[in-house]
Structure formats: C-alpha cells, structure tokens
C-alpha cells in the first residue's frame, strides 16, 4: 500500500472527508512546512541492520520523512515492546518481533490485526511461505505481524570429525537412535561430543510431529499438550543421550557454547539454517569448509525462529500508512529480501525470493555445499504452528522439568504430568 504523492493544495479538513482520504495518509504532506515526519521502529540485531540498510532507498519514495530505529538486545528488546504495550507508552510505529515472542504479544489486542483494512494482509498470504504467514494468526483468525525472514529447521555437522569417526550422514540423519548411536561412536573414536546440549535435541523434537491448527504447547482452544507422545520422546531421546555422555552440557551462546565449535569438540548442531551465518561470522570463522548441512533426523520438518513486523494499535494513527508502507517495502520486495538474505543470512519469507540463483551458489562455509536448495525445500514442508501468549512461560517451565530429569533423576512421566499442571493454571490468563 504505497502512498503516492497527491496534489493537496487548496483542500480544507472537510473536503478531505468528503473525498474520503484517511488524514494518516496526507498528515505527513500537510506538515511537510512545519515539521518533519519521524517514522519509529523498534528491533533487535540484525534485523535492525536490515532495516538501516534499506532506510535511503525506502526514503527515496519518502523524502520528507526520516527513520529513527532504536535498537536493542534480544531479550531487552522484546521485554520493553511488552512494557510498551502493556502502558502505550514509547511505542514504535513498526515493532519487530522474533517469532517465539509472537505467541505472547498476539492474543491481548495490543497490535493491529493485519487482515482488516486498510492493511487487508490476506491479499500478500500467496506470496509468503506458508508456515510464516500463518505463525502470525491468532485464535481468533487476526493476523498481528508480517513475516519477514524464517528458519528452516537442519542438521550441521563436522566432516572432518565424522571422517575420523567413520560415521556417514546417513548415520546421523536416518533417525534420532541412530543419531545417537553415532554420537556414542564419534565420541568413542574422537573425544567429541555430539553436540553443545540436550536441550537442542528436545527444542527439535518437541516441534516434530505437530498436528496443523495445534501449537507447540498448547492447542486451539488453550488445552495443554505437553504429556503427549512428541514431548514424551523429547525427554527421552535427551535423557539418552546425556546417559552416553554425549552432550558438552555447555548453555546455548554462552562463551562455553562458542567454544566447543571453534575448538572442535561438538560434532553437530541441530538448529536453523540461519546458524550457519552466525558460525562464519562471528562464532567459529575459522572453521570455514568444515561443515556440512543435512535434514534433520528422520526428515523432521520444523521451524526454528523467524521475525515478523508488527505495528501497535495504540502507536499514532497518523503514522499507520507509512508504517505499513515500510512494512512492505522490507517484505515484499524481492531485492530487500535477497539483500538480508545475501548480506545478513536472513532467509526469505518471500516466495518471490526464492527462484534467485543465490539459492544455488555454493555456501563457503559449507566447504561448497549448495545448502540453500535444501533449506528451500525445508521451508516449503513446515507445518505452521498455532501461537499462544503463554508459549515463552512454557518454554521455561519446559527447560526446567528437563533439568531435573537430567541432574536429578526425575521420572519423564511425573516430570511432564507437573509441567501439564503448571501450565494449565496459566493457560487461560
């Protein structure tokens, strides 16, 4: 929805309704003498990179508006955007949100819902890979974000260690036993673990299997679902695997975590394909051709983060029509999704993005694997998952129940069966 220049001299307020032209659309060329437009966006690393990388080009279509974004860390982030809503104070016009945090931010009413006009995001829905665009919607049928960038779920390994070991892909991704089965003889062979922690393992599979119209956590009507068979199995498949000591008992991203793949003692991650940029440039560089891409164990289709574009209900409403406009212009556009994809390893929401020859060039990091292909083909699989407000206090409670069957013996059954309880008290607040 690209707002075209208008000529505006002579018309009064009155005439403007008569013509029935939204004031948000003209408000920025009313007070072009005036005052200049700010346009507000809030997000965190790197999608406010993006963003800042697309501001000239957006601005060329805007001159007379200017682009402030603040930035913030990950998890300070999304902690001042629930404090924004909650007190509409210091809200942005353009709110990104990552798509774990969606869930909580999309049942309270506090963002706009895309579906209705003047947004009608319905019309773009064949344009976006399936599963994203349904992330967004909630309970209700209201869509509350734009989905820009996803996370195709993949396996990535060491060769070289796999080499020494005599261990072959198909030994890691035939199925999560015989993944297990070698690690035990990777770790036997070479002294490397498996990988950095068994929560990765559980993140996985709990995300495995999920029936459509059903979320991680909970279903569409808020029942909980975490003493089913696919979290019954998670816990297993990581109690297992801790058993044969296969896992670095290292904290995803913490210094311990880094460590294991710049020194090359974990053999594999199972994660989002984004990892693979955030290994070549600042986690491991210097293990460049090392690594190779694969599915995941027994062909798991999953998703594995993603962020989305949002826009407040109570931000100004004289601001909505560029907001939206910056929205698609980040979204829609293929050359800006081919840029963050190129640029910055954000794989693109965009349909449209994916038929570039960038999906098969040879990924460096992966010692000349066309992976991308394989990520393409991923995405196009993906379940979408029902979001829910409670999902972030799940995962805690989640982490935790595994905790005490890793460190202190806690039967799965009795652990899941109070994690279920837990979770059903909170599950309708």
């Known amino acids: 929805m690209t707002i075209q220049p208008a000529d505006l001299s002579g018309l009064t307020r009155r005439s403007l309704l008569a013509a029935a032209i939204p004031l948000s659309v003209v408000a920025p060329q009313l007070t072009r003498a005036s005052q200049r437009t700010v346009l507000n966006i809030a997000a965190f690393p790197l999608v406010d990179e993006i963003a800042r990388a697309a501001v000239p080009l957006w601005r060329k279509l805007h001159p007379d508006v200017d682009v402030k974004i603040e930035t913030r ?33 999309a049942q309270g009413g506090g963002l706009e819902n895309l579906s ?19 992330q967004a919607v ?19 390994y060491r060769k070289d260690i796999l080499e020494r070991a005599n261990v072959s892909e198909d030994d890691l991704t035939r199925s999560w036993d015989s993944y297990l089965a070698a690690g035990v003889r990777i770790k036997a062979k070479t002294g490397a673990y498996l990988i950095g922690t068994v929560q990765s393992v559980k993140d996985i599979l709990i995300r495995t299997g999920i029936q459509a119209g059903e979320g991680q956590y909970f279903d569409k009507d808020s029942n909980v679902l975490v003493t089913s068979d696919r979290f019954v199995r ?35 991650e199972v994660t989002g394909a984004w990892m693979v940029g955030q290994l070549s440039n600042w986690v491991a560089p210097k293990t460049t051709g090392l690594w190779r891409a694969a599915a995941l164990p027994e062909g798991s289709t999953v998703s594995y983060g993603g962020s989305f574009y949002s826009i407040p209900h109570r931000s100004d409403q004289a601001r909505k029509a560029l907001a939206w406009d910056f929205i698609q212009f980040m979204t829609l556009n293929r050359d800006r999704q081919l840029e963050a994809f190129t640029k910055y ?55 935790t129940e595994l905790d005490k069957v890793m460190l202190n013996g806690k039967k799965i059954p009795v652990a899941l069966a109070d994690a279920q309880r837990l979770l059903e008290q909170r599950a309708h607040r």
């Open 73 to 105: 860390q990950y998890q300070d982030h999304h902690t001042a955007m629930t404090t924004a809503l909650s007190t509409s104070g210091n809200l942005p016009d353009v709110m990104v949100l990552e798509a774990s945090f969606l869930g909580r931010f």
């Open 116 to 134: 209705q006009e003047p947004f009608a995001i319905g019309r773009f829905k064949d344009r976006m890979v399936p599963f994203a665009y349904q």
């Open 138 to 156: 909630n309970r209700n049928g209201a869509v509350v974000g734009m989905p820009t960038d996803i996370g195709p779920g993949t396996l990535l």
């Open 234 to 268: 998670a816990f297993e498949v990581a109690r297992e695997a801790r058993s044969h000591k296969l896992d670095a008992r290292n904290t995803a991203w913490s210094n311990e975590w880094a460590e294991g793949f710049k020194r090359g003692t974990v053999a594999t």
């Open 345 to 399: 390893d954000a794989f693109p929401a965009l349909l449209d993005a994916h038929n570039a020859s960038f999906f098969e060039e040879p990924v460096e990091f992966l010692g000349g694997q066309k992976a991308r292909i394989l990520w393409r083909d991923t995405a196009r699989k993906i379940t979408a998952v029902q979001v829910h407000k409670q999902s972030s206090f799940a995962d805690e409670v989640i982490n």
